[in-house]
């Protein structure tokens, strides 16, 4: 076995885990209305709640832009780790 199909498919599996994880974290993101959520006032604990639901979506989809960058470089590793392994 080659020692360096080898590092590529650790390599593979440390970053398809990272991804899995960026992923896992995102689906957890939860909204958190502000001070104005206390306001006797409908239409202010509306704009509370949209406001959260913007910065949760955003921070969710920020998190899974890196997740989706992490899951290509896993491929491209895991290939490299095939290639190697088969002409290496």
Do not use: C, H, Y
Not at 14 to 21: E, F, H, P, S, Y
Not at 59 to 74: M, Q
């Amino acid at each position: 076995m080659k020692w360096t199909s080898v590092v590529l498919a650790g390599l593979s599996l440390i970053v398809g885990l990272a991804a899995a994880w960026f992923w896992f974290d995102s689906s957890r993101v939860q909204p958190e209305p502000g001070p104005g959520i206390d306001s006797g006032e409908r239409a202010i604990q509306d704009q509370a709640w949209i406001g959260a639901l913007i910065v949760a979506a955003n921070k969710s989809a920020r998190l899974n832009k890196i997740a989706a960058i992490l899951t290509a470089v896993a491929v491209v590793l895991g290939t490299a780790s095939s290639v190697s392994g088969a002409f290496g």
